[in-house]
């Protein structure tokens, strides 16, 4: 059973800064790429980062997200800097894996954290 659990989502003024992680446990052989998102239509894109080091950003959070991580040790963060009310969301981690050597990768998502970004 994997399992990815978020935390770091708070409430933030605006031009504040916050870090949120996810940690995936469970049976894992291997992560294809780690994303953030956020609550959207479905789920909106925010950044990713694949295998091979490749991050990608939203148009709207260039310049003041960064997205690193560890996929050795299944952790994902994702530093949110120049907060901004429109900002405000419940922000996804969400992972591309395989469970089992030599299989296609599926998507697993956590629960969410929340971020509030509000004077």
């Known amino acids: 059973q994997v399992r990815l659990s978020e935390s770091g989502g708070d409430l933030v003024q605006p031009g504040g800064s916050l870090s949120l992680s996810c940690t995936a446990s469970g049976k894992i052989s291997s992560i294809a790429s780690m994303s953030w998102y956020r609550r959207g239509p479905g789920r909106d894109f925010v950044a990713t980062l694949t295998?091979?080091?490749?991050?990608k950003y939203a148009e709207d959070v260039k310049g003041r997200f960064i997205i690193s991580g560890n996929l050795a040790e299944r952790v994902l963060t994702l530093q949110m800097n120049n907060l901004m009310p429109e900002d405000t969301n419940r922000y996804f981690c969400?992972?591309?894996?395989?469970?089992?050597?030599?299989?296609?990768?599926?998507?697993?998502w956590g629960q969410g954290t929340q971020v509030a970004v509000s004077s």
């Open positions: 969400g992972m591309s894996l395989r469970t089992r050597a030599f299989t296609p990768a599926d998507k697993y």
């Open positions: 295998s091979t080091g490749i991050t």
